[in-house]
């Protein structure tokens, strides 16, 4: 299982770092833009800073020709490191861009991936990551379980190294959902952790033991006994 966080904040991502397994960071223009006016390329190796050359930093292309992709992968990878995973839309031109980029051994994570015949196209393009938009697919209908099961079975019919890297998640139960179908990794929001991790439940829980142990020991805690 491979945890990573979908964020390109520097505090959450510094915080989150000393908290989960993590196994990266995925950024695009939308989670770019909440940060503010910033230095594109001076923000982006501050992230690899933090985290270890070991853990992914998955990195979008934003142009709309295979040409382009290919120019700004390019870019990416000088100015920041040659690990870099860099992320391409399933279209037309993404996957011109992406049998190139593959055939220069580049790492790749497939985006934009809302059916199967998507999915089943970037695992034949020898991806290393594939990323089917788990909400935004039950939003237009789709059993996006469904859709990763069969992305799950294609990887082990064709033998592949491709790791589906779940992604667009509301709830938490949509990644338990993409994890029972078969997901290696998922990247969530910063605040679905804290969803996680902070429930009123396991809150609850944690005060009760409090209000147990103060019963017998009262304001003493273990290492003072």
Not at 54 to 78: C, F, G, P, R, Y
Not at 119 to 124: D, E, K, Q, T, V
Request: charged content about 20%; proline content about 2%.
């Amino acid at each position: 299982m491979e945890l990573l966080i979908d964020t390109a904040n520097i505090s959450k991502i510094k915080t989150l770092q000393n908290v989960l397994p993590l196994s990266g960071v995925t950024t695009n223009p939308s989670i770019l833009k909440k940060e503010g006016s910033i230095d594109f390329f001076a923000h982006l190796r501050k992230i690899r800073d933090i985290i270890s050359i070991e853990q992914t930093l998955h990195v979008q292309v934003t142009a709309t020709t295979s040409e382009e992709m290919l120019k700004e992968a390019h870019a990416i990878l000088d100015a920041i490191d040659s690990s870099v995973y860099i992320k391409v839309p399933v279209t037309i031109e993404g996957l011109k861009a992406i049998k190139e980029l593959k055939k220069q051994k580049i790492n790749v994570t497939a985006t934009a991936i809302y059916t199967k015949l998507q999915g089943f196209l970037a695992i034949a393009s020898g991806v290393d990551y594939l990323a089917p938009y788990y909400n935004r697919m039950e939003i237009l209908g789709t059993n996006s379980k469904n859709v990763v099961l069969s992305l799950r079975q294609e990887i082990e019919r064709t033998n592949s190294n491709s790791k589906i890297l779940g992604a667009s998640y509301k709830t938490i139960e949509q990644i338990n959902a993409t994890f029972d179908s078969g997901a290696q990794a998922i990247t969530f929001s910063p605040e679905l952790v804290e969803q996680l991790l902070s429930s009123n439940t396991i809150l609850k829980a944690i005060d009760d033991f409090q209000l147990d142990w103060k019963a017998i020991h009262g304001e003493k805690q273990i290492n003072q006994l």
